[in-house]
């Protein structure tokens, strides 16, 4: 049985069904628009990896990598995702505040750009109309291409109402790279104050710049890219839904919990995304955490009927 309703009970303000295509049409107009302000700092961001080659390595570098990569993809999955563009959990404004903040030192720019984009994926999802689809567009735009577009480069407020009350997450959407800028620094001031009280530690400024903000942050928005040119590829397909989205279990790993993306697209209310023991979500148990503390509640789990529905 084709499923049809693979959108049902998705975001409540803006899953009213697939775009028309006339905003859409606009943005997709024409690839050749590239270059928008995003482009020079993820340039930027790139070339700036190599200077891990000039710092120290070692356990600190490792160290300080592992720790931004799992703050950055937990705030922009928990997040971005979950929480600014699916609505699939509550909270109150401040911890609302510190998932923004987070996942805005990502460098992928803020939550009402982000989620603005993600809600317009799901409602289009590999027609012509989805700006990222590997289907129509191809790997590399599916990947990176479609976020160097000047076009959209604006948010659409009309689809992230919900949050764009928020004057600090609008203020966050005008200065969407300042938080990144300032993490930056504070890797270098924390990273030298421990050089300076301990010296044997064998950790630098520099280090912690290079390994924590440059490398840590190309390797999330990779990760984060892959969800929508990878899981759309390549990975096994639970559900018969209208687009291409798969479960590839690397990436549900690395992206903790977004690669099992067939099971999101069939189900995008819910906060889980593995729905079987095996299929790690990292993100959701952490959030389960949370929900134990009372920072997080209302977590959504995916209904009995959807756990059983079978491919046909
Ligand atoms: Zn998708
Ligand atoms: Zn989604």
Known sequence: MKIVDFRMNSFDAADSGRNTGVVDGNILGSKSSIL????????????????VFFVPGGWPAFGIFALMYVLHVFALTAGYHRYFSHKSFKTSRAFQFILALLGTTAAQRDPLWWASH?????????????????RHHGFWWAHIGWVMKRELAQTDMS??????????????????YAPAFILAWLLLGIGSLIHWLKPALGITGWQFVFYGFFLSTVAVYHVTFCINSVAHMVGKRRYDVEDESRNNWLLGLLAMGEGWHNNHHRYSVCTRQGFRWWEIDLSYLLLRVLQWFH?????????????VEQRT
């Not at 928008?36 to 070339?47: D, G, K, R, T, V």
């Not at 289009?124 to 590997?134: G, L, Y």
């Not at 997080?296 to 009995?304: C, F, G, H, L, N």
Request: hydrophobic share 35%.
């Open 36 to 51: 928008n302000s995003f482009s020079l700092p993820l340039l930027f961001m790139h070339i700036s990896c190599a200077g």
């Open 118 to 134: 993600h809600r317009l994926h799901h409602q289009n999802s590999d027609t012509e109309e989805d700006v990222h689809s590997p």
């Open 159 to 176: 689809r992230v109402k919900d949050f764009a009350k928020y004057p600090e997450l609008v203020w966050l959407n005008k200065h969407p």
């Open 295 to 307: 920072i997080v509640w209302d977590i959504r789990e995916p209904p009995k009927s959807i756990l």
